[in-house]
């Protein structure tokens, strides 16, 4: 059991570019989320998937689009990076909305 | 005002003493409460997690929480090298998990 993955691990963009980061979860989870950590802010919510077909905005969804593949994965895309999108993402999974979220190990986004 | 307020720390402690971590939170609706464990680099796990008012022990960890004073705790007895990292006070409220900034907590030999 891999649990959560993530990929890539880090990634260094320029300004307007796109990229597209994949989450993989293989727990049965009905339910995934993606997060980014900023210092001193704490991790927010971006999107969420309550379930496969479903996505919903959370708390900072603006220059971010999501797809929810199917049960599985879930991606986060971003259309044209920008330097406020220099962050740790966070990919996360639960059996349902208002259980624990066991999250993956995270994407080191660079944008310059 | 923010959803969950942590006290950022650092907070020190010596081995084997008790850590004491405190979170608040805003809604009155809210109605789960967690706690994660992040060090440096890595990404959050869960240490517990409790639904209604009262203690919930497990191991060396025990979580509190006071609804009607709006207030989470999580108590870590002999506390251990390892112990040292950020912990985090997660509020999920209508299907939501807010996240507070952290306490940082280290754990002097």
């Known amino acids: 059991n891999a649990g959560v993955t993530q990929t890539p691990k880090f990634q260094v963009l320029k300004t307007g570019q796109s990229m597209t980061l994949q989450c993989a979860q293989d727990m049965n989870h009905n339910s995934m989320y993606w997060y980014r950590q900023d210092p001193g802010m704490g991790l927010r919510l971006i999107y969420y998937?309550?379930?496969?077909?479903?996505?919903d905005k959370g708390e900072v969804p603006n220059g971010y689009n999501v797809s929810r593949l199917n049960k599985r994965e879930f991606s986060l895309r971003l259309e044209s990076a920008a330097p406020s999108q220099t962050s740790v993402y966070f990919c996360?999974?639960?059996?349902?909305?208002?259980?624990?979220?066991?999250f993956g190990p995270g994407t080191r986004l660079l944008v310059l | 005002q923010k959803e969950v307020e942590q006290n950022s720390g650092p907070l020190s402690v010596p081995e084997g003493a008790i850590a004491s971590l405190n979170c608040t939170y805003s809604d009155r609706g809210s109605q789960s409460f967690f706690w994660y464990r992040q060090y440096s680099g890595k990404s959050p796990e869960l240490i517990m997690f409790?639904?209604?008012?009262g203690d919930k022990e497990d191991g060396r960890f025990t979580a509190q929480l006071n609804k009607a004073s709006q207030y989470v705790s999580l108590l870590i007895r002999d506390s251990q090298p390892s112990d040292s990292a950020t912990y985090l006070c997660?509020?999920?409220?209508?299907?939501?998990?807010?996240f507070g900034t952290g306490t940082r907590l280290t754990v002097i030999p």
């Open positions: 997660a509020v999920n409220r209508n299907s939501n998990l807010f």
């Open positions: 409790i639904y209604s008012n």
């Open positions: 998937s309550a379930s496969e077909g479903t996505t």
């Open positions: 996360a999974s639960s059996v349902s909305i208002r259980e624990t979220q066991y």
